[in-house]
């Protein structure tokens, strides 16, 4: 089978911003990249397909400038028969025109069966979400990320039906087409691209940094693994390098042996009585998948409880109400033995709770971090008992990085960092704070699997100094090994 | 040999071209190297108490822009912080008192307040309450910041409210981090220096236009007690006086005769100069002013 192969120059002001040698993917197959965010993946795929801006980044492929490269048959190929799913599904969308009209425009509207692609993707009946997920303006009527990404998802699917010849030099690019939804509708978007690969054969990227798909792809489409390649972009020193996923290493890595390692003294450290209610809606927990019944949610020193709920159902909001950063109608939370509600001042958290009681890792490293900052700044502003040198960040960041950390590392800003940085940073700040009481939202996202494991020691040492963990990630096959059954909990709203 | 000359040609080349791209930058080039031409030309042509008068007039200008921008900053660092804390708090009646003081100071016209400042000035220094240039500048200044800081106020408030609804915010706060040290440390002086600076520099356009405009206002007689002598020199004032008033006058001279111009230039240059000087200063913190936000990218 034919490879594409690419080495991928990419520059910014005479800046190298991205250096990609052997960027290789087969014909006819279905290549999942993985990689921390920031590396490049999109950056590169977007560089093949011809859709980079020459006037404000300087382009090589294979040796070409940009606008011959964008000449040549390759490239003409990929733009004009294939289809480019963004990351980024706002962007993606125009505000001003009605997602069922954008579901027909250009050559996508030549297939006219949006009811059967949306079905698919939606599992519901057509009529239950057209009218209020499809027949609407993106603005003002916000349809969700998840919801978003499902019509790019269409769009792309849509694209595959109206094409008459299908030819392995289509390239379908899905960046991270999975990002913003749950296990469920994620698995089902896979079912829906396989069940079109296995009709057309046509050649995809798939770009992801959800590595528990290895997982799904294994365990339902194992016939179909000689037609799926696992790649994963790392750093090599300046450069990024394109290597094979061992997909089996992923596969029969032992999560559990972190939940066996860390049986913690069980203290209730903190608890959360279901019911709250916030944004007129009445958020409760479970501890079953498939029914209502309440519990109170408890986090107990040296063990992780795991809190799971679909994408927007509002698992962030409720670790924002128990740092007191949302205010809600009516709640009950027990940090240890001080009881807080809805009556309960504001500076009772900045007083007793943050810094001192609890601490929270943010989902999203780029929002919370103060990206003009210096990498060293970020740990030298936390109200640690002594101060940080140089050498003690240099030291601590030694723990979760692959990559020695130098000197100039820690006097970069932390704008300057690819995402995967940015989060190992985000979360070393929130694990050097010391707190008893820890909150992740979604802690591993943007990381590729080298920092996944060692993250994952890093937690495992927090649970044996007692600390108590409050879990909120959509990466099951990862968390769901290493929680205890009676510590998993499910958000759900009710009417 | 010639490759030294190339690299220097490159070089250069490379340089004019930053140059050219950074149009602040250019405009400071262009700046200096007006006013310094102005003070070659004007050693030349203008008598040397006419030559005192007119720079002394520009120094005093821009020394008291500057106390403007030092005042501004610090009134309106200081209010900024004042509404956010009050606001915090919740407490009605000191958010009542507070926006009472500040809408004070927003719903008079900026030259209105500065014109019934003066007026208080003048009776201060003819009583020599304040005596010296110095002083007088300096409370020259404080009555014009008086009336300028709510551009920073407002701008500093927009910093706040703009990072206080991030997660880059509440993720510090989460942290035990003061928010003292977040609005300050990490909200200004991290992420809103440029802004900042680019509001002084345009801060700095405004008060010498007010000022200019201020002492043709009190040079028309306002009151019997406020007089132009009672101030220190600057543009605006000298620009009033009678002789730089005839220079002006002499401009409106070139359309019935056109070969009078090269006269301006030797005969009438106190006039000239000081309009000069005005509108080059206006022209050129204007200019840096927009380069600066687009080198900057604000």
């Known amino acids: 089978m034919k490879e594409f192969n690419f080495n991928i120059e990419i520059a910014k002001k005479g800046k190298e911003i991205v250096s990609i040698e052997k960027y290789r993917f087969t014909e006819s197959k279905i290549t999942f990249l993985f990689g921390e965010s920031g590396i490049g993946k999109t950056l590169a795929n977007k560089a093949i397909f011809g859709l980079l801006d020459e006037s404000l980044l300087d382009v090589k492929i294979n040796g070409l400038n940009y606008s011959a490269f964008k000449k040549h048959e390759v490239c003409r190929d990929f733009r004009n028969n294939g289809f480019f799913v963004f990351q980024e599904p706002s962007s993606h969308l125009n505000p001003l025109i009605k997602i069922s009209e954008q579901m027909n425009e250009g050559d996508i509207g030549g297939s006219r069966n949006d009811k059967e692609v949306l079905e698919q993707l939606w599992r519901k009946q057509f009529d239950s979400f057209y009218k209020n997920v499809i027949d609407i303006y993106p603005k003002p009527y916000r349809p969700s990320g998840g919801e978003k990404q499902r019509v790019l998802a269409a769009m792309a699917f849509k694209k595959l039906r109206v094409l008459k010849n299908y030819d392995s030099r289509n390239l379908y690019v899905f960046d991270e087409p999975t990002g913003n939804l749950d296990n469920y509708f994620r698995n089902v978007f896979i079912d829906n691209l396989i069940e079109q690969y296995i009709k057309h054969r046509f050649t995809s990227v798939f770009i992801t940094h959800d590595y528990s798909i290895v997982a799904y792809i294994q365990k339902r489409y194992s016939k179909l693994l000689s037609d799926i390649e696992y790649k994963e972009l790392y750093r090599a020193g300046e450069k990024s390098k394109l290597r094979k996923f061992d997909s089996a290493e992923f596969l029969k890595y032992d999560f559990k042996k972190l939940a066996r390692n860390s049986k913690g003294s069980g203290q209730l450290k903190l608890a959360v009585k279901s019911g709250i209610k916030v944004f007129e809606r009445e958020l409760i927990f479970s501890k079953n998948e498939d029914t209502n019944y309440r519990a109170s949610l408890k986090v107990n020193s040296g063990e992780i409880t795991y809190l799971k709920a679909p994408s927007g159902e509002g698992k962030t909001t409720i670790l924002k109400i128990i740092m007191g950063l949302v205010k809600a109608d009516e709640f009950a939370i027990r940090f240890e033995d001080k009881i807080v509600d809805q009556t309960t001042l504001p500076k009772f958290w900045s007083e007793v709770i943050w810094g001192k009681v609890a601490g929270i890792v943010f989902q999203h490293a780029d929002e919370a971090l103060n990206l003009n900052s210096k990498v060293k700044e970020v740990f030298q502003a936390l109200p640690l008992e002594e101060e940080l040198t140089d050498l003690d960040i240099i030291s601590k960041l030694n723990e979760i990085f692959d990559e020695e950390i130098t000197e100039e590392f820690i006097n970069k800003k932390t704008g300057q960092l690819s995402g995967g940085q940015k989060q190992k940073i985000n979360l070393l700040r929130t694990f050097m704070l010391d707190t008893d009481i820890i909150l992740l939202d979604e802690p591993t996202s943007g990381m590729d699997f080298n920092s996944i494991k060692k993250f994952l020691v890093m937690l495992q040492k927090k649970l044996k100094e007692n600390k108590a963990i409050l879990l909120v990630s959509h990466n099951e096959d990862i968390f769901d090994p290493l929680v205890d059954e009676e510590n998993r909990y499910y958000l759900k709203t009710t009417d | ?298």
């Open chain 2, 1 to 298: 040999m010639q490759t030294n000359m190339k690299k220097y040609i490159s070089r250069a080349k490379d340089f004019i071209s930053r140059v050219y791209d950074n149009k602040d930058i250019l405009w400071i080039g262009i700046y200096i190297s007006g006013m310094l031409l102005l003070i070659l030309w004007d050693s030349l042509f203008l008598n040397a108490p006419a030559f005192s008068k007119v720079f002394t007039a520009y120094i005093n200008s821009i020394f008291a822009g500057i106390l403007v921008i030092v005042f501004a900053a610090v009134l309106g660092w200081g209010a900024a912080l004042a509404e956010y804390y009050t606001r915090k708090k919740g407490n009605k009646y000191l958010i009542t008192i507070w926006d009472l003081f500040v809408n004070m100071f927003k719903s008079v016209p900026q030259i209105i307040g500065i014109l019934v400042g003066y007026i208080f000035l003048a009776i201060l220094i003819s009583h020599e309450v304040i005596t010296g240039s110095f002083f007088q500048l300096f409370w020259m200044a404080v009555t014009i910041s008086f009336f300028v800081f709510i551009e920073i106020k407002e701008l500093l408030e927009e910093r706040i409210e703009y990072y206080s609804r991030s997660d880059f915010f509440n993720a510090m706060l989460c942290c035990g981090i003061k928010e003292s040290r977040i609005i300050n440390y990490e909200i200004f002086w991290k992420n809103s220096r440029d802004h900042i600076i680019q509001k002084l520099i345009s801060i700095l356009g405004i008060t010498i236009f007010l000022q200019c405009s201020i002492d043709f206002i009190v040079s028309v007689g306002l009151t019997s007690g406020v007089s132009l002598t009672n101030f220190p020199n600057t543009l605006g004032n000298v620009l009033a006086k009678l002789d730089s008033k005839q220079d002006i006058l002499a401009m409106g001279n070139l359309f019935s005769d056109p070969l009078y111009l090269p006269k301006l230039f030797t005969t009438h240059l106190q006039g000239i100069n000081i309009a000069f000087l005005i509108t080059f200063t206006l022209l050129s913190l204007y200019k840096i002013s927009n380069g600066y936000l687009r080198r900057k990218g604000l």
